[in-house]
């Protein structure tokens, strides 16, 4: 009797902790809606578990493989704002490359979900060294009848079986359950794996072709004006929008580059559109103006596929094409994708001297300099790319470096060591365009240049506040995502800032404008920002699919896939739109990702450019197997 009560008290407990974890795990990964539903269909699971593993150690070490994947998927959720998926973890090897980022986003607070784990791990391990003293965990009804209890398991079984069933073949947006299957725990990770095994797109219903706009003008005034120049185009590390023309303190955090706003073009309502693979997909995107994969990163996942972008586009006019970046080469699988994008050459971080590293490997202003070098000894014209590297979280830069006066509340913390080292980039490539005016490269080169993705996350408590507090207002994605476009011409003194919403996709069609290319050959997504009137800027991570950045206006998808539980704000005003004006935009946004990921999957570009085959009957086919 004695004993009973021991485990009744042992498993109320238990069975407490559990519902408190799930609270908590919940919490951690900001759920949109049915909180409590969602706590108790995982704890339906999780004591279907404890039931049914007659094993009771089996099932504890079962508990803390779930634990810990509840505590990884809570450091993901953090810093990705999506729930973690098997496809990403192609991307795990370079976890150790950026271990600081990462020892960075964990908090103390997600240590919490171990603990009821490591209680049941120890019971059982003492359990085991004393089996009288400490009962066993006993989760299981009392029962004598060893075949009604095998029935009773076989029908729980069942039924979780079932539930199972329904839960992977709901769809992801649009149904009733939708909103558990994309937030409860077990049903996520199953569906998860389960699709990615199937190996399947799900693609939206009514995926409809559409191209980006391109309208070159002989008569333009902006037309040509780079024909037969020499192109460089920077991609700055985790560059944001907010620091461009602002001063901190009374100084100047980027003086370089407003300078060259001074005499160029100034986009300030461009935004990133990356996928899965960060900095590699900002080079993609811009590169191609295609959409990057959501499931992990493109330059992997689709290197043996056909592009035609930017290089390509370039290198058939004459031009010789060059990749510059300070890292291994196999990071990103770089050295694999740079070729099919058309670059005919990469300089890599093997081939630059790093004695002096900052960060994860080169520093920026030792990057420029070796990298003039190359530049003075290629043929003319050519088209550089440039991907810096310095300005990457968590943005610890040596003493040396930091010269801007931080106030004391800003010293140490993210907020401060991004202005540092976003300040160091700035005066890096104030040095990179002395170096070209001094090499005589200045005067015949046009140069673009742009973040590749967001440096402060707006989910970070920590620089949340100074941010807010910095802008003037409330932090959000937005802003987050908000990156400058600069394009300089030589001889041109522009100063002219462009307010059109524009985006990574935008890039390709916007620099061929300028590089003169009468007609854009190829495929593509995006708009010449020089002549379009109005933006669309569609977001597939951070803002779940479906979200979108039009003109003034952000609209966020909910992530429980539930349109009515989305938000949308006046990013001039920043006050909130009533979501009803939003659904159309909603539905082209996510009609436009989906027909991205169609492309990749599908080869398109190969098929319609090579092998004359229609977009339209492409689509036809993958209708008829949907249906
Ligand atoms: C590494 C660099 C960083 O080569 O481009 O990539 P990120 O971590 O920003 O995606
Ligand atoms: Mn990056």
Same mark, same amino acid.
Request: with cysteine; aromatic share 14%; proline share 3%.
């Given at each position: 009797?004695?004993?009973l ?5 042992m498993?109320?407990?238990?069975s407490v ?6 609270a908590? &795990?919940y ?5 949109s809606?049915?909180y409590?539903?969602?706590?108790l269909f995982?704890?339906f ?6 039931f ?12 803390f493989?779930i ?10 959720f953090?810093n990705?704002?999506?729930n973690l998926?098997?496809n990403?973890?192609g991307t ?12 960075a ?12 784990a490591l209680?049941i ?8 060294k ?12 009392l029962?004598h009848d060893r ?14 079986f079932l539930l199972?069933?329904?839960?992977v ?14 937030q409860?725990f077990?049903?996520y990770?199953?569906k ?6 199937q190996d399947?797109?799900e ?9 980006g706009?391109?309208?070159p003008?002989?008569k ?6 780079g024909?037969n120049?020499?192109l460089?185009v920077?991609?700055v590390?985790?560059?944001?929008n907010?620091?461009?023309n602002e ?9 370089n580059?407003?300078q060259?706003i001074?005499e ?6 461009y ?19 295609l959409? /990057?994969?959501?499931?992990?990163f493109?330059?992997?996942l ?12 370039l290198r ?8 510059f ?10 050295e ?6 058309g670059?005919e ?6 081939d &630059? ?8 490997g ?5 990057f ?13 014209p050519?088209?550089s790319?440039f ?12 003493e040396a470096?930091?010269?801007l ?6 010293q140490?913390?993210l907020?401060?060591?991004?202005l540092? /080292? ?8 104030g ?20 973040g590749d ?11 949340? /506040? ?5 802008l003037?207002f ?10 400058p476009?600069?394009?300089h011409v ?15 996709l935008?890039?390709?069609?916007t ?5 003169g290319?009468?007609?854009?050959d190829?495929l593509?997504?995006?708009n010449?920002?020089?002549?379009a009137d109005t ?12 979200? &979108?950045i ?5 609209f966020?998808?909910s992530k429980d ?6 938000r ?8 909130a739109?009533?979501i009803k ?6 539905e082209? /946004?996510?009609n ?6 169609? &492309?990749l999957?599908?080869?398109v570009?190969?098929?319609?450019l090579l092998?004359n085959?229609?977009?339209?009957e492409?689509?036809?086919?993958e209708?008829?197997e949907d249906?």
């Amino acid at each position: 009797m004695n004993l009973l009560k021991h485990n009744f008290f042992m498993g109320t407990i238990l069975s407490v902790m559990i519902l408190i974890k799930l609270a908590l &795990y919940y919490h951690f990964m900001d759920v949109s809606s049915n909180y409590f539903f969602l706590i108790l269909f995982s704890s339906f699971y999780i004591l279907t578990i404890f039931f049914i593993v007659e094993n009771k150690k089996v099932a504890g070490c079962l508990y803390f493989l779930i634990s810990i994947l509840m505590f990884v998927d809570v450091i993901y959720f953090s810093n990705f704002n999506r729930n973690l998926s098997v496809n990403v973890l192609g991307t795990a090897g370079y976890i150790d490359d950026v271990a600081s980022s990462v020892w960075a986003i964990i908090k103390g607070k997600f240590f919490l979900l171990m603990i009821d784990a490591l209680v049941i791990l120890v019971l059982l391990v003492l359990s085991r060294k004393n089996s009288k003293a400490i009962p066993k965990i006993q989760f299981s009804m009392l029962n004598h009848d060893r075949n009604k209890k095998l029935k009773t398991k076989a029908t729980v079984f069942l039924m979780v079986f079932l539930l199972t069933v329904v839960m992977v073949t709901t769809p992801s947006q649009g149904d009733m359950l939708t909103p558990i299957v994309n937030q409860e725990f077990f049903s996520y990770h199953i569906k998860d794996i389960v699709t990615n095994i199937q190996d399947e797109m799900e693609y939206s219903d009514n995926l409809t072709n559409i191209q980006g706009e391109y309208i070159p003008e002989e008569k333009g005034p902006v037309f040509g004006v780079g024909v037969n120049k020499n192109l460089i185009v920077i991609q700055v590390e985790s560059l944001q929008n907010f620091v461009i023309n602002e001063a901190y303190e009374g100084q100047e955090i980027t003086p370089n580059l407003n300078q060259l706003i001074q005499e160029g073009f100034y986009f300030d309502e461009y935004y990133q559109q990356t996928g899965s693979g960060n900095t590699s997909d900002a080079e993609f995107v811009s590169q191609n103006s295609l959409h /990057a994969s959501y499931k992990s990163f493109t330059y992997e996942l689709y290197t043996d596929n056909y592009f035609y972008g930017l290089p390509w586009l370039l290198r058939d006019k004459g031009y010789k094409t060059l990749a510059f970046h300070g890292y291994s080469k196999d990071f990103w699988n770089r050295e694999g994708a740079y070729p099919t994008m058309g670059f005919e050459q990469f300089i890599g971080g093997e081939d &630059y001297d790093v004695s002096e590293p900052i960060g994860l490997g080169l520093g920026d202003s030792d990057f420029f300099k070796q990298s003039v070098k190359h530049l003075q000894n290629i043929e003319q014209p050519f088209y550089s790319f440039f991907v810096t590297l310095s300005n990457h979280h968590p943005y610890e830069m040596p003493e040396a470096y930091q010269t801007l006066k931080l106030k004391e509340e800003d010293q140490d913390t993210l907020f401060g060591r991004y202005l540092q /080292a976003v300040h160091y980039t700035d005066q890096s490539i104030g040095a990179f365009i002395r170096l070209l005016k001094d090499s005589g490269l200045y005067e015949n080169t046009v140069i673009a240049i742009y973040g590749d993705h967001f440096g402060i996350n707006c989910k970070e408590e920590t620089a949340y /506040a100074p941010m807010s507090d910095f802008l003037g207002f409330e932090y959000d994605y937005d802003e987050m995502f908000n990156i400058p476009l600069i394009i300089h011409v030589p001889k041109m003194q522009t100063a002219e800032t462009i307010h059109t919403t524009g985006g990574q996709l935008d890039f390709m069609p916007t620099m061929a404008y300028i590089m003169g290319i009468d007609y854009l050959d190829t495929l593509y997504f995006g708009n010449n920002l020089f002549k379009a009137d109005t933006g669309f800027v569609t977001s597939q991570v951070y803002m779940p699919k479906g979200s &979108y950045i039009k003109d003034h206006i952000a609209f966020e998808m909910s992530k429980d896939g539930v349109f009515e539980n989305s938000r949308a704000w006046d990013i001039k005003t920043r006050e909130a739109i009533d979501i009803k004006r939003c659904r159309e935009d909603y539905e082209r /946004a996510v009609n436009q990702v989906d027909l991205g990921h169609f &492309y990749l999957e599908n080869d398109v570009l190969r098929k319609v450019l090579l092998e004359n085959v229609s977009i339209d009957e492409l689509l036809k086919k993958e209708l008829e197997e949907d249906d």
